[in-house]
């Protein structure tokens, strides 16, 4: 799940409604914390709590695991993450129910080299192809960026396909930023590939970013920006879980909804 891209913003000017918040490597300020948005609940202290990475700890090519290991949800190393640690983070940090958790964590331990292992570190979900894929929303294609880190060029061109005044992230909105988006990268990498394979895994990752904001699929602008731009919760902002678990029936729902709506002059695989 690759999410960057720095060459994209030569084909589409990035138009973010926040750059004028951002910082030269692209994330946002913290600022003072705002009043809770949506729900007076939910919170638990580590989403108060966040260190970025330091020596020695390792992250993913997922903003979500990172996110939950820069907040103590999952391991801070980033090492050892089993079904028993994901369920407890997604459930805790996310309020993912234990089913979908399973249902994410299931390919992962096949990136760890040891046979029949029952456990992975984040940074075994890098090889290309595997997991991680070509046109992510906040890394650079491998063929530009092994690193998967998160990349501010990428980023900001699949939001420039909302536009500057988009203020909310509809699914509908979503399914033709995506898919625009991973268009324009096939442009510009000569090693771009999007399978049948790829395709589900893009598609439910894209769902599961417009899910978890609140109960109803879809996001506010400034907290989806915030969260990949930091990999960090955004609490400042108001931002408290979803008030009623995500379960995998809702994730395929929006999936399919993604994919439905994206634009049929687009194609959506590259092989």
Request: glycine share 4%; net charge negative.
């Amino acid at each position: 799940m690759h999410h960057s891209f720095a060459l994209v913003s030569f084909l589409v000017p990035a138009a973010l409604a926040f750059s004028h918040l951002a910082r030269d490597d692209g994330r946002l300020p913290v600022h003072q914390a705002l009043p809770i948005r949506h729900r007076d609940g939910g919170l638990k202290p580590k989403h108060l709590t966040w260190s970025a990475p330091g020596e020695g700890d390792v992250r993913a090519p997922c903003p979500a695991l990172n996110t939950l290991a820069n907040h103590g949800f999952l391991p801070h190393d980033g090492r050892n993450i089993t079904l028993d640690k994901v369920t407890s983070a997604f459930g805790d940090g996310l309020n993912i129910d234990a089913a979908l958790a399973a249902t994410l964590f299931a390919a992962a331990p096949a990136t760890n080299p040891l046979p029949n292992a029952t456990w992975f570190d984040l940074d075994m979900l890098q090889p290309h192809d595997v997991i991680e894929h070509d046109a992510s929303m906040s890394r650079a294609d491998v063929y530009f960026n092994p690193s998967n880190l998160f990349d501010a060029d990428t980023f900001d061109s699949f939001l420039s396909f909302f536009g500057a005044n988009a203020t909310f992230l509809s699914v509908n909105a979503t399914a033709a930023a995506r898919t625009r988006h991973a268009y324009a990268m096939s442009q510009i990498n000569p090693e771009f590939n999007v399978t049948e394979t790829n395709l589900p895994i893009m598609m439910g990752e894209t769902a599961l970013s417009i899910l978890m904001w609140d109960d109803t699929p879809g996001a506010e602008r400034d907290l989806f920006e915030y969260f990949f731009r930091n990999e960090r919760f955004p609490t400042e902002l108001g931002w408290t879980p979803r008030s009623t678990p995500m379960t995998l029936a809702q994730l395929v729902a929006v999936r399919t909804q993604l994919t439905e709506a994206s634009p049929a002059d687009v194609p959506m695989t590259f092989e």
